[in-house]
């Protein structure tokens, strides 16, 4: 974390805003220098006309539409976020962009389904205002190139992607342009990783894609962005070698800071699964050259916000102090204020997004009750249900029995999850498989609810009649279908095997 040290400035601003009853703190004198080495971008820049405007970002949304059911952190989820931009949140107008690995979820298994996914994602961030996107490695899974740059909104950027035929595949950057403030974003992608993906796109080098991008850039903008999914040390090394961004936003790194600065440009990381916004108050008042200062207490803007929000259009003497104080602190100064925002609980509620939300999950039951409700391909067996392994594996049955896997479906009727297709798929045996469970009657939700025995082994009707029929080994990559870092966050295979399978020996 290199934010900036608090000094006097801040604090005159803080009192002055804390201080609501008293009379206003006289304005306070500009603020000294940090004390830190001053690089030159540590020195006050050519004082411009201030201006306002706030930043949202999300990333590593990997397709998550709803606060996951974690046992930790069940936040997120697009209509919390919407209910978060609906309340005055920052300065000036609100730009929300999404650095991208945004489209596809780990669970969703066929190519078709993740389009699906892909296309709801893209729809539901459009409507709760995202304004531009960066796809990433994983985003490649959901979309191609191709039908990604043919959606409209959120616009797709990408300075780094090509075709394999080294044609542009997406516009390198855009001008956001919102109440009279305009934003420059330049796209930066990761090069994916895997024959598959990394065959639908060349990757050009970041630097040098981001310097031609900003070239290309209008020069009368409030402030330059690069957003993206690139690793670590290339947006540092675009930070330390493309002078002119003023921020930099992008998914999360392998680090644990969700913020850094590399030669004065702040690089805002965002948070896993959208369960987090980062809100990026800003108050420009120097050249839009200059990067973006982060100031190290969120609550002073904050305080700021609600003044505002409360005086309405009237001026107030505690209200007067703040701005006054505000001015003079960033005076030649490109100021942020960072807070990261957790969508949680206090943000349920009704929202617009809803509506769009509840037609995805209604076509995915339907769609399940349909796949479930097929025989499966010839040469492939269909699903039994732990009841009929009894007779004949008892002791393994009774084992399983007392493993967490028989109240997985319990878990659901506790959060009132259970029609609910973002949960099933691993709260159940078979979802949409053909011979598991679809259709949700009494029957079927007997017959399959928790994680079965063919959850791991594999569909075996037929067994042990039909020789054909074998369960396949139990690998690690079993779990991980549910056990993903999301839902799953501790798992490990040697801790985790141990304790619930049919083998697990802890019969009380
Ligand atoms: C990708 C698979 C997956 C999805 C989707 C999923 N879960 Fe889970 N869930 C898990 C796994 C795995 C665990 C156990 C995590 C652990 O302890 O490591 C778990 C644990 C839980 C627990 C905690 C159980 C306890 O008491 O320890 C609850 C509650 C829960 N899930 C509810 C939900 C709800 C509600 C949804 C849908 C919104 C959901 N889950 C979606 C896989 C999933
Ligand atoms: C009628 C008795 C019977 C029933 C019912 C039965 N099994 Fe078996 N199972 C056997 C026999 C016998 C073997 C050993 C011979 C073989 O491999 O077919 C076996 C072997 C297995 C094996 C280890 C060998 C392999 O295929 O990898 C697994 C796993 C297994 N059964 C799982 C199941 C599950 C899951 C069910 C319920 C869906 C089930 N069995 C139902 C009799 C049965
Ligand atoms: C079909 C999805 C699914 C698969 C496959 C699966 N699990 Fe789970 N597992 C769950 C869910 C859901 C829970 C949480 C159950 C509950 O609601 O309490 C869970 C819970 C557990 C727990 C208890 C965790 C705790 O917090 O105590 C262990 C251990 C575990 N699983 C191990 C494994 C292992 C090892 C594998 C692979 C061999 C595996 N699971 C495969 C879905 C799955
Ligand atoms: C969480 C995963 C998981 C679940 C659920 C599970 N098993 Fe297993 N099962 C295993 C593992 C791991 C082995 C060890 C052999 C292997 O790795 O394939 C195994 C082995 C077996 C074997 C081979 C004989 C033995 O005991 O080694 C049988 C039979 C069997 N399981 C039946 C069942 C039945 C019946 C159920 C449901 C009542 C069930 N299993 C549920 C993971 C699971």
Redesign the pocket.
């Known amino acids: 974390m290199a934010r900036l040290q608090s000094h006097t400035g801040f604090t005159a601003l803080a009192l002055a805003l804390g201080a609501c009853e008293r009379p206003p703190a006289p304005p306070p004198a500009l603020p000294p220098l940090p004390e830190r080495a001053a690089s030159a971008t540590e020195v006050l820049g050519e004082p411009r006309p201030q201006r306002e405007l706030s930043l949202v970002l999300t990333g590593d949304v990997r397709g998550e539409i709803e606060p996951c059911g974690c ?1 930790t952190l069940p936040f997120g989820g697009f209509e919390r976020r919407e209910r978060l931009l609906s309340r005055p949140i920052g300065f000036g107008p609100v730009f929300q962009l999404d650095a991208g690995e945004l489209l596809t979820r780990g669970i969703s298994s066929t190519g078709s389904d993740r389009e699906r996914r892909a296309r709801v994602v893209l729809a539901a961030s459009a409507q709760v205002g995202v304004l531009a996107w960066v796809p990433g490695p994983s985003d490649l899974l959901g979309l191609s190139p191709a039908q990604m740059a043919a959606i409209p909104s959120p616009r797709a950027l990408s300075a780094t992607w090509l075709s394999p035929a080294g044609e542009p595949l997406f516009p390198a950057s855009t001008v956001l342009e919102q109440e009279g403030r305009r934003v420059g974003i330049i796209g930066l992608s990761a090069a994916p990783m895997g024959s598959s993906l990394s065959g639908q796109v060349q990757v050009r080098d970041p630097v040098e894609a981001a310097r031609e991008a900003l070239a290309e850039l209008p020069t009368d903008l409030d402030l330059v962005i690069a957003l993206g999914s690139v690793a670590d040390e290339e947006a540092d090394r675009v930070a330390r070698e493309v002078p002119g961004i003023g921020l930099m936003m992008t998914t999360a790194g392998r680090g644990y800071t969700d913020v850094r600065a590399v030669a004065g440009v702040p690089i805002i990381e965002s948070l896993d699964r959208g369960r987090y916004a980062q809100v990026l108050a800003t108050r420009l008042g120097s050249t839009p050259d200059r990067p973006v200062e982060l100031h190290p207490e969120p609550a002073t803007w904050r305080s700021l916000v609600q003044l505002r929000s409360q005086s309405g259009a009237a001026s107030t003497p505690a209200l007067d102090g703040a701005e006054a104080a505000l001015a003079s602190l960033a005076s030649g100064r490109n100021l942020g204020w960072l807070e990261t925002r957790p969508l949680a609980q206090d943000l349920d509620g009704p929202t617009r997004v809803s509506a769009l939300l509840g037609e995805f999950k209604t076509t995915v039951l339907n769609e399940a009750a349909a796949r479930a409700a097929a025989p499966p391909p010839p040469a492939e067996p269909g699903y039994a249900t732990a009841a009929s392994c009894t007779s004949c594996h008892t002791t393994q049955f009774a084992r399983w029995s007392f ?3 028989t ?6 009727v506790e959060r009132q999850a259970t029609a609910n297709p973002e949960c099933l ?5 078979g979802f949409g498989q053909p011979g598991g469970i679809g259709e949700l009657t009494t029957a079927s939700v007997r017959a399959f609810k ?2 079965q025995c063919e ?2 082994h594999g569909p075996m009707r037929g067994h042990p009649d039909d020789p054909r029929v074998q369960s396949g080994p ?3 990559e ?6 993903d870092e999301a ?2 966050p ?2 490990d ?1 040697a ?3 141990p ?3 049919c083998q697990t020996e802890s019969l009380p």
């Open positions: 046992p493993t967490d896997h109240r997985a479906w319990q878990s659901l798929p691993c709260h159940t045996t928790g994680v959850a791991c139990v690998t690690v079993r779990c991980l279908v549910c056990h839902n799953s501790e798992f295979w801790s985790y095997l304790r619930a399978t």
